[in-house]
């Protein structure tokens, strides 16, 4: 039973985005490595700007620069 986890930031993708990202992922494993795709998870964690880093600043430090 595959399992993908994908991380993104929180508040920037629509219901209708991340369930089309579910469905092509699937796909992808189903395609690329013949994975069942009754079987396949996909699950996709939301995370606070605040507590993601990037080059030692959190996602909203860096987005107020831009």
């Known amino acids: 039973m595959p ?5 993104i ?9 991340k369930a089309q990202v579910i469905e092509e992922m699937t796909e992808v494993l189903q395609r690329v490595m013949g994975k069942n795709p009754e079987t396949t998870i996909v699950i996709i964690d939301e995370v ?17 620069q831009t």
């Open 3 to 7: 399992m993908i986890n994908l991380k």
């Open 48 to 64: 606070e700007t605040d507590n993601w880093g990037i080059g030692g600043q959190t996602v909203t430090q860096r987005r107020r």
């Open 9 to 17: 930031t929180k508040g920037e993708s629509t219901a209708a985005q």
